[in-house]
């Protein structure tokens, strides 16, 4: 589908201070990032403006400060890395657009690269204040949003300066778009979805959107489980939140209604608790017995999944098949993983847990589009519009 936003590529930027958001709330280890993914997705975008002589002032948000100066949560970090990354110099002012930002904006040459303190050190990014939003816009000439990940937010950051400046989609936001919105507008058939994860009100809204637009839907996860017991099944200690039960009986009915096959799993692999070494049993059918949580989907489900992805002209997964963390319930999500890897068709993986799961199998390669973004995933798949994409400059 033609993104309709405005690109970073049609701005002039040479000399310019472009301010851009990225997404660099990245895992910490005390002053160490574990997983720099996302400072990894930014580079195109920052190494592109800074190739074509602009002054770079980034900013974040990192973790959930809530307004308070948390040293814990500090950018510095994330400039450490990015330092690395694109062997310059990365600044860091000690406050988001106060002084410091401003002496620090002030002496950025061509090509520099200046990050802001976390973003949610303020109070006012959340609520999307304007002081905020115009003290961000004071430092710039122009805006870029490549921070995908917080796009479904309307933050001061995201959305607010956006109407200050002359505003800009990132290459990362950009692509992520265009590959999200592919899935659901023009999808090569047979369109195959698959669900996981821990709940089911967390993708109702993806379960409605694509009861409408796929041809199979395949459940697995503890999402099953809702089903399931609509379905009269017993489920044992299996995680189940009672209010996700008329959701899963409402997507039972729509599919019953409609042209989607909603797919269930017809073995599982049982735990006594949500545990590694915990007693395990492989059963054959899907009523767990008292005493058992089912923790995985069973490998002639897993099999049957597989084979439904390999034939698919598209297929996007969102949500792991078990509790792949533990060895003993990988299984399902490592088949449907290596699945969706080997698959012709386009294929799309979204999802925090699902994203560390391709990159436990080390397959992340393999998948055509990865994405960066959990809620903003989700939100887009549902057919939202993203409040820090629509603020963004019509093309
Ligand atoms: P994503 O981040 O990819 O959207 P979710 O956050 O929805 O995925 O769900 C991931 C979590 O679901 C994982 O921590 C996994 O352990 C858990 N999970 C999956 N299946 C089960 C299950 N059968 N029982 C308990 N937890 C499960
Ligand atoms: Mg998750």
């Known amino acids: 589908m033609p993104f309709d936003k405005a690109s970073v590529r049609d701005a002039e930027v040479d000399g310019k201070r472009v301010l851009v958001r990225v997404d660099f709330n990245v895992p910490l280890d005390g002053q160490e990032v574990t997983d720099d993914t996302r400072i990894r997705a930014a580079l195109p975008t920052i190494e592109y403006l800074t190739g074509a002589g602009a002054k770079v002032i980034l900013c974040s948000h990192l973790g959930r400060p809530k ?6 949560l500090s950018l510095a970090p994330a400039a450490r890395r990015l330092s690395e990354l694109t062997g310059k110099p990365v600044e ?5 657009g106060g ?3 401003r002496a620090k904006a002030d002496q950025l040459e061509p090509g520099g690269i200046l990050l802001l303190e976390n973003t949610r050190y303020e109070a006012g990014e959340t609520d999307n204040d304007p002081d905020l939003a115009g003290r961000l816009a004071g430092l710039a000439d122009l805006y870029v949003n490549d921070a995908f990940g917080a796009a479904h937010r309307a933050h001061a950051s995201t959305a607010g300066v956006a109407g200050e400046l002359p505003a800009y989609a990132g290459l990362l936001l950009e692509k992520e778009v265009e590959n999200l919105t592919s899935v659901a507008a023009e999808p090569e058939r047979p369109l195959v979805v698959v669900l996981g994860g821990s709940k089911v ?7 409605d959107r694509f009861l409408e637009i796929a041809d199979q839907i395949l459940i697995g996860g503890a999402m099953c489980f809702p089903f399931f017991k609509a379905q009269g099944h017993s489920i044992g200690n299996s995680l189940c939140q009672d209010d996700d039960i008329p959701l899963a009986e409402d997507a039972l009915r729509k599919a019953a209604a409609g042209n989607c096959e909603l797919v269930l799993p017809t ?3 049982l735990g006594r608790e949500f545990s590694a070494d915990t007693e395990t049993e492989a059963l054959p059918g899907t009523d767990v017995p008292d005493g058992w949580m089912g923790l995985d989907i069973g490998p002639e489900s897993a099999t049957d999944y597989a084979s439904r992805i390999a034939s698919a002209g598209t297929v996007l997964w969102n949500g792991p098949m078990g509790a792949f963390e533990l060895d003993p319930f990988a299984g399902g999500t490592r088949t449907v993983a ?6 012709d068709g386009f294929t799309v993986v979204g999802g925090g847990d699902s994203v560390a799961a391709l990159v436990k199998f080390n397959l992340t390669e393999d998948v055509d589009w990865v994405s ?7 939100e887009l798949l549902e057919g939202k519009t993203l409040p820090g ?7």
């Open 99 to 101: 002084e410091d930002s």
């Open 267 to 269: 073995d599982l692999t």
């Open 389 to 395: 994409v629509d603020a963004l400059k019509d093309r």
């Open 338 to 343: 290596e699945a969706v890897a080997a698959a």
């Open 201 to 207: 009100s967390d993708k109702v809204g993806v379960i």
């Open 92 to 96: 860091v002012a000690s406050d988001v």
């Open 67 to 72: 307004g308070q100066v948390v040293p814990e």
């Open 372 to 378: 960066t973004g959990g809620g903003a995933s989700l």
